[in-house]
């Protein structure tokens, strides 16, 4: 076996003197583009490392906050551009309510003179009162809906749990300018009445076919008013804390359905009358067999309705007893 080979010291003096000079260059060419470098990059960039990664951290969370904010306003304008068109489209809705207001109240002074002539009949004249007072009704509540809309900025809410908005219930003032509507009809109706019982007494009218659709009608109108006092009940009790807005929601679709049962009973007291009427007219030839039928599918469809009406009411109520 050899002997390990050792090198001379004329070859490791070589070694180390061209490895000396290669680090020494090296370090001279890192310095040069260092100071190349530090030439290049503006004073106002901070030199020593730390600083520097602060700064930018810094401009980082400053470019956060400047993003967030054009978006936030971006987003406020954009809602409060949509908050302007819905107020411009009530705006449009509440000038042709108006529209309709002007032209009712001409008819209405057109009726007036007509009656003041002999030209028209006092039933006239209070038709023409009655669509006066639905126009004024239309006309009321969308300006009340303006302004719900100009201090909340979205769509007028119509629910009995609603907020107060600004303070104000706009819900009750609603239902209140309702309301309004039926107490005129109810007043029309009882004139309407007295008018079909004077024919009726004078032998002028037929009792069963004029008045008791009146009766009926009348029956329903004293039930809608009936109805909008429940409702704004429930209101008052929600906005006192006395009821939760799940509750006070299930106990308002509760007195809508009970509304519809007995207005859809009493059209069908109607409904069963006018079918006897027919039936005995055509017993005798005066009505042909094809009227009997047209009113007796009335009935059953009438019939149908209340069950389903009085379906849904059970299961309102039964949701309410849980």
């Given at each position: 076996?050899s002997?390990?080979?050792e090198p001379?010291?004329?070859?490791?003096r070589?070694?180390?003197?061209?490895?000396?000079?290669?680090a020494?260059?090296?370090?001279?060419?890192?310095?040069a583009?260092d100071r190349?470098?530090?030439?290049d990059?503006p004073?106002?960039i901070p030199?020593?490392r730390?600083v520097?990664a602060?700064?930018?951290?810094?401009?980082?969370a400053?470019?956060?906050?400047?993003?967030g904010s054009?978006?936030?306003m971006?987003y406020q304008a954009?809602?409060d551009?949509a908050?302007?068109?819905?107020?411009?489209?009530?705006k449009?809705?509440?000038?042709l309510?108006?529209e309709?207001?002007?032209m009712?109240?001409k008819?209405l002074k057109?009726?007036?003179?007509?009656?003041?002539v002999?030209a028209?009949?006092t039933?006239?004249?209070?038709?023409?009162?009655?669509?006066?007072v639905?126009a004024n009704?239309?006309?009321?509540?969308?300006?009340l809906?303006i302004?719900?809309?100009?201090l909340s900025g979205?769509e007028p809410?119509t629910?009995?749990?609603a907020p107060?908005?600004?303070?104000?219930?706009f819900v009750?003032?609603?239902?209140?300018?309702?309301?309004?509507?039926?107490e005129?009809?109810l007043n029309t109706e009882?004139?309407?009445?007295a008018?079909?019982?004077?024919?009726?007494?004078?032998g002028?009218?037929?009792?069963?076919a004029e008045i008791d659709?009146?009766v009926a009608?009348?029956?329903e109108?004293r039930?809608?008013?009936?109805?909008y006092?429940r409702?704004l009940?429930?209101r008052?009790k929600?906005?006192?804390?006395?009821?939760?807005a799940?509750?006070?929601d299930l106990r308002?679709?509760?007195?809508?359905?009970?509304?519809?049962?007995?207005?859809?009973?009493?059209r069908?007291?109607?409904?069963?009358?006018?079918?006897?009427r027919?039936k005995?007219?055509?017993?005798v030839?005066a009505s042909?067999?094809?009227e009997l039928a047209?009113?007796?599918?009335q009935?059953?469809?009438?019939?149908?309705e209340l069950?389903?009406a009085?379906y849904d009411?059970a299961?309102?109520?039964?949701?309410?007893a849980?």
């Open positions: 076996m002997a390990p080979h001379r010291d004329e070859f490791i070589a070694l180390e003197s061209r490895v000396g000079a290669a020494r260059q090296r370090r001279s060419s890192n310095d583009r190349a470098l530090s030439n990059v004073r106002w030199r020593s730390p520097l602060l700064v930018l951290v810094g401009g980082v400053l470019s956060m906050v400047a993003g054009v978006v936030a971006a954009r809602t551009q908050a302007q068109m819905l107020e411009a489209s009530y449009q809705r509440a000038a309510a108006g309709q207001l002007a009712a109240m008819l057109g009726t007036q003179e007509r009656v003041a002999g028209a009949s039933m006239e004249l209070v038709d023409a009162q009655l669509k006066v639905n009704a239309e006309l009321k509540s969308l300006e809906q302004e719900e809309v100009r979205h809410v629910q009995v749990s107060l908005v600004s303070g104000r219930d009750s003032e609603r239902w209140r300018i309702e309301m309004a509507v039926p005129a009809a009882q004139t309407r009445l008018a079909a019982q004077r024919r009726f007494a004078a002028m009218a037929d009792g069963t659709p009146i009608h009348l029956a109108l039930a809608t008013i009936e109805t006092k409702k009940d429930i008052q929600f906005l006192n804390k006395g009821m939760d799940g509750m006070a308002v679709l509760e007195v809508d359905a009970d509304q519809r049962v007995g207005m859809l009973t009493s069908i007291e109607v409904s069963r009358k006018e079918v006897d027919v005995a007219r055509v017993a030839g042909p067999p094809l047209g009113a007796e599918l009935l059953h469809q009438i019939e149908f069950s389903k009085q009411l299961l309102i109520r039964k949701q309410i849980k």
